[in-house]
């Protein structure tokens, strides 16, 4: 922002000084040293110096000149010039020809343009006098200044166009907010045009600003952010020291006031109410309350808590972080019957205090909280929250181990029945009475298969059956001494035959599936029948192991090569158990250390007199009797089958004899006719009679038949059977049965009746019963042939 203002016209008077002027050039010749009077004249006034060379003073020349001449700037002469236009002076440097221009007869110097300050303070130029005729410099080129006067032609400029700062609320007055800077385009070192004064034109007066250093404050004390954030704060910086016609500037300075924790938390309310049934779980969320705080950020964080009353062991309240928010929550399980109101203080306070505000008052607030309880259907409660039972293993079936109780919470104690889940229980070893909850076993227990039994019971309100508890129970089968001790492995124990009495020879263990309390002790004792064993000893050693020990001095395999030791093993608990376990003890040659070396039978074949030859020729032999059979069989698979009948036209029947003769039509008892009704009495597979067959085929399966199905239907479907198997092989096959159908339309066709039959029967019709009658047509349907 500029102001402008309209300046007066001055009108500026320079005075020139005489200095000394160093030359830039000095010559050796002596003639030159001769004195001359060399000036620069200006308003009427002549400079003079008395040694050679030019050195001249900076002229000094008025910025933005608005006259409407050239502004003259001085003249340049020398004693040289006589006046007759002799002399040329010329020119050079900053701006010559452009800027700044020379009369070459007078030497007077012109500014020729409007020139700014701000864009170059000062000129540097080079002056020199030629003589016209001769070309010669009548005085050496000699320097010197222009510098350019300001003026106040530039306003002060803020760094910034727009400032934002904070402050804390609540601050004292003179608290620092921000500091703003203006800088001024003009000359500093000439006149007040550079010099910055500010002031504030809006924002009081809640600010001030310094007006040199440009620091804004505060200028109220106890501002509150709660009543107003934002302020605008204008700031004008002005030149000419803040004097009237100096120019000024202005820049805007947006001011927030930041929170301090100065307000407590307070409740809106004094009192809530909340309401929950007494069947809600632990942790349910009842409620939220909330304290209002006008500050903000960490400053209005705050935390919830109880601070007494007679819920508060039964309810507990957190803090929602995002949302400030109290929320009621359950603590320990709710029971209508036993109390139907809670009365709760809750106290909101500030986690973060500032001290400096302490004098306010706390920093809390406490609201009232009521919680009713409502009545609901409850289930059944367990007396406690597990069972565990222990039983002996050997417990009789039907026997009751343990007993749990549930009761109704309820005021109208309803009726309870007790069930056993049997996806615990899939064996259904247990089982409970279902009114007074007494848990039995049904089936016998072992602990050496399971040990532990977890199963649930369920209790069930009767009226109502979708109110119901489960409870974990754990049986623990204890042990009994059910089980006889055995050897804990199979020992494949030797002797040697040179063994001495008194050698171990083995060290065997026992294993018991049983568990006694006070841990296993065993015993070890020949059996009984055998006392005193001639050839080894058994001893006890006293820690559940026993040694065995030789008795006699050297042992033969030719006469004994295994020896069989019982050893009786028996434990001490009660009832004591005991088996009898058999040591295999083998005789076996050593060397002289007591390292076995052979134990098999070689050595005892060797000595009966079979060598080694012997034994491979008898091997070889049975080999070779092998070979002949595979041979032999093989050769008979591969003889190939020549059939029976040999030409197609040999129709011969097939005769077979029995060597027996039957009672007549009247001897039911000659045939068993239940052999043609019963389907499985026939074989599984026919073959053809006069070929030998290769390939036994697969005979399909028929169904089988009732026994009282008739012999013409059983014999009709086997026909149909045999002719609709496909698997049936590619040639005719006669199936003789000793029966006749009834009304036939050729009646009998055996030639034992021919004699009582007309002798001229036509047999013409067989020719039409198809191919299967061909054969039978040919011999009886042509004349020649009943001559024949």
Request: glycine share 6%; aromatic share 8%.
């Amino acid at each position: 922002m500029r102001t402008y203002h309209c300046l007066p016209l001055f009108i500026w008077t320079y005075m020139f000084h005489t200095i000394d002027a160093i030359p830039f050039q000095e010559k050796a010749n002596s003639d030159l040293r001769s004195e001359r009077i060399v000036g620069l004249t200006q308003d009427g006034k002549t400079l003079h110096r008395t040694k050679r060379g030019w050195m001249w003073n900076q002229f000094f020349l008025l910025e933005e000149y608005t006259g409407t001449d050239t502004q003259y700037v001085g003249k340049l002469h020398t004693d040289q010039d006589k006046g007759d236009g002799n002399l040329k002076y010329i020119l050079t440097g900053d701006g010559a020809g452009s800027l700044f221009v020379i009369d070459e007869n007078t030497g007077d110097i012109h500014a020729a343009k409007k020139l700014d300050r701000e864009e170059k303070s000062l000129y540097v130029l080079r002056a020199k006098a030629i003589d016209r005729k001769t070309g010669r410099q009548v005085e050496p080129e000699s320097e010197f200044i222009i510098k350019i006067h300001d003026i106040n032609d530039n306003e002060p400029k803020f760094t910034k166009d727009l400032y934002t700062a904070s402050v804390p609320e609540m601050s004292g007055v003179g608290t620092s907010v921000i500091q703003v800077t203006a800088t001024d385009a003009d000359d500093a070192n000439y006149g007040n045009s550079a010099k910055v004064v500010y002031s504030i034109l809006q924002g009081q007066p809640y600010f001030s600003v310094d007006p040199e250093s440009g620091i804004i404050k505060t200028a109220l004390p106890d501002m509150s952010r709660e009543n107003r954030e934002q302020y605008q704060v204008v700031i004008q910086a002005k030149d000419m020291g803040g004097q009237m016609g100096g120019l000024s500037g202005t820049t805007t300075v947006n001011i927030t006031l930041t929170d301090v924790n100065n307000n407590p938390p307070r409740f809106p309310q004094s009192t809530y109410q909340f309401y929950s049934p007494e069947s809600v779980p632990l942790g349910t969320h009842l409620g939220r309350i909330k304290a209002n705080d006008p500050d903000v950020g960490e400053n209005a964080e705050m935390e919830y808590s109880i601070a007494e009353g007679d819920g508060a062991d039964m309810f507990d309240v957190i803090t929602d972080k995002d949302t400030q928010e109290g929320i009621i929550t359950v603590k320990q399980n709710l029971d209508y019957e036993n109390k139907m109101l809670y009365t709760l203080k809750v106290d909101a306070s500030n986690t973060h205090p500032d001290p400096r505000f302490l004098y306010l008052g706390p920093f809390k607030d406490t609201a009232v909280v009521k919680i009713s309880v409502e009545d609901m259907d409850e289930p059944p409660v367990f007396s406690k929250i597990f069972y565990l039972i222990e039983v002996d293993e050997d417990v009789k079936e039907g026997s009751i181990i343990g007993q749990v109780t549930a009761y109704d919470p309820d005021a109208m104690d309803n009726l309870i029945k007790y069930s056993v889940d049997r996806h615990s229980d899939m064996d259904r070893i247990f089982s409970i009475h279902s009114e007074n909850g007494s848990i039995f076993t049904l089936k016998p227990l072992d602990r050496e298969s399971t040990p532990w039994h977890n199963i649930t019971i369920t209790a069930t309100e009767i009226n109502n059956s979708k109110q119901s508890s489960r409870i974990p129970v754990f049986i623990r089968i204890l042990d009994i001494n059910d089980h006889a001790p055995e050897l804990a492995m199979y020992y494949e124990t030797f002797v040697c035959e040179n063994a001495k009495p008194g050698q171990l020879i083995q060290t065997v263990s026992v294993m018991d599936k049983d568990d006694p309390p006070r841990g296993h002790k065993f015993f070890f004792e020949p059996v009984p029948e055998f006392p005193l064993n001639p050839n080894f000893t058994i001893v006890d050693n006293k820690d559940n192991t026993a040694g065995i020990m030789t008795r006699k001095d050297g042992y033969s395999r030719n006469k004994m090569s295994t020896y069989l030791l019982p050893i009786l093993i028996f434990d001490n608990d009660y009832p004591i158990q005991s088996s009898t376990g058999t040591l295999t003890i083998r005789v076996c040659a050593c060397d002289n250390q007591g390292n076995m070396q052979s134990c098999n039978a070689e050595a005892l074949v060797l000595s009966a007199g079979l060598s080694t030859g012997a034994l491979i020729a008898i091997l070889l032999c049975v080999v070779i009797l092998l070979v002949l059979v595979v041979l032999f069989a093989a050769l008979k698979r591969q003889r190939k089958k020549e059939p029976l009948i040999i030409s197609k036209d040999d129709v011969r029947d097939n005769i077979v004899t029995y060597n027996d003769e039957g009672g007549g039509e009247e001897d039911t008892q000659a045939f068993d006719i239940g052999t043609l009704r019963n389907p499985e009495a026939r074989e599984d597979s026919k073959f053809r009679r006069d070929v030998m067959p290769e390939t036994i085929f697969q005979i399909r399966r028929t169904v089988p038949l009732w026994e009282n199905i008739d012999v013409q239907d059983f014999i009709h479907r086997r026909l149909k059977e045999n002719d609709s198997d496909p698997s049936a092989p590619p040639y005719d096959s006669l199936a003789t049965y000793a029966y006749e159908g009834n009304d036939s339309i050729a009646d009998s066709l055996s030639s034992l009746e021919s004699p009582t039959v007309d002798c001229n029967q036509d047999y013409g019709y067989l020719s039409d019963w198809g191919p299967r009658f061909k054969k039978l047509a040919d011999m009886y349907g042509g004349d020649d042939s009943d001559r024949d």
